[in-house]
């Protein structure tokens, strides 16, 4: 649909959300999802693994010279790079998953998501490949869950659809008016929250809490989803590497978490 006055300078909504596409098969996908993300005023795409590599002439092609219009997208090798600097994750799936997590429609997702970036959250849209979706690790890294439900016969979505559909529910959207956590309350960057879990699941196989090989997985993508629901500060997660640190008997904390005895 025509509509693009060229005379504007394409605003990008404030702290609109990140997007990031795991695995995406499809240049054409990509580019329908940049253009879908610059109607809606969402400008920050990353690729983790993108099939065909990146840059993709088919990408630029489709995107209609929204890819032009938007900072460099940017690549990674994993799901929680591409999180790095992010604070609050919702992943879109189709399928139920057995995780406690909260489960949003798009609407409810886009509320709690401005509600979030009004605070100064940095907030990212987590979609999987085409056919296959996201990984229960992939999942397992978000803070909730959110479902698309349309006609059960047929309910599938392209990519750039299922975009579209998040982006433009976040562009009508407004805070929620009460929110938890407190409003003072600051939600730590995402690679602070995978140290953390990383440190603490290394820390359990040392002591031999994964009984079996076979339970390992489904136990670490449980203890994740149990940390990300407390959604915590950096304080909390300092204070979090002090008991590690203290169990352990350790007077100082790993390389890469410093902490004094003040901020456990």
């Known amino acids: 649909m025509a509509g693009t006055d060229q005379s504007q300078t394409h605003q990008a909504t404030e702290n609109a959300p990140v997007v990031v596409l795991v695995d995406p098969q499809m240049g054409e996908n990509i580019g329908a999802a940049a253009r879908a993300m610059l109607n809606c005023g969402l400008q920050d795409l990353r690729l983790v693994r993108p099939r065909d590599g990146w840059p993709n002439e088919k990408a630029q092609a489709m995107s209609s010279g929204a890819l032009d219009q938007m900072p460099p997208v940017q690549t990674y090798d994993t799901t929680a790079a591409a999180l790095a600097d992010c604070q ?11 995780m406690a997590k909260p489960v949003f429609s798009a609407r409810e997702t886009a509320a709690d998501a401005r509600t979030h970036a009004a605070r100064g959250h940095r907030v990212a849209y987590l979609f999987g490949a085409e056919r296959t979706g996201l990984t229960n690790d992939d999942v397992a890294l978000a803070h909730a869950v959110v479902t698309i439900p349309l006609n059960p016969a047929f309910s599938s979505l392209n990519l750039g659809q299922a975009v579209l559909l998040l982006a433009y529910e976040w562009s009508q ?8 956590p407190q409003e003072t309350h600051i939600v730590a960057p995402h690679d602070q929250f995978v140290a953390l879990c990383e440190r603490l699941e290394n820390d359990l196989d040392a002591h031999h809490f ?17 940390l990300a629901r407390a959604m915590m500060s950096e304080q909390e997660i300092r204070t979090f590497h002090g008991i590690l640190s203290a169990l352990a008997g350790k007077k100082t904390p790993p390389s890469g978490a410093p902490l004094s005895r003040k901020d456990a």
Request: aromatic share 8%.
């Open 88 to 98: 609050i994750v919702y992943a879109t799936t189709a399928r139920a998953r057995e």
């Open 210 to 226: 994964f009984r079996t090989a076979g339970q390992k997985p489904v136990m670490i993508r449980n203890l994740r989803t149990m």
């Open 173 to 180: 959207a407004t805070p929620l008016p009460h929110h938890w």
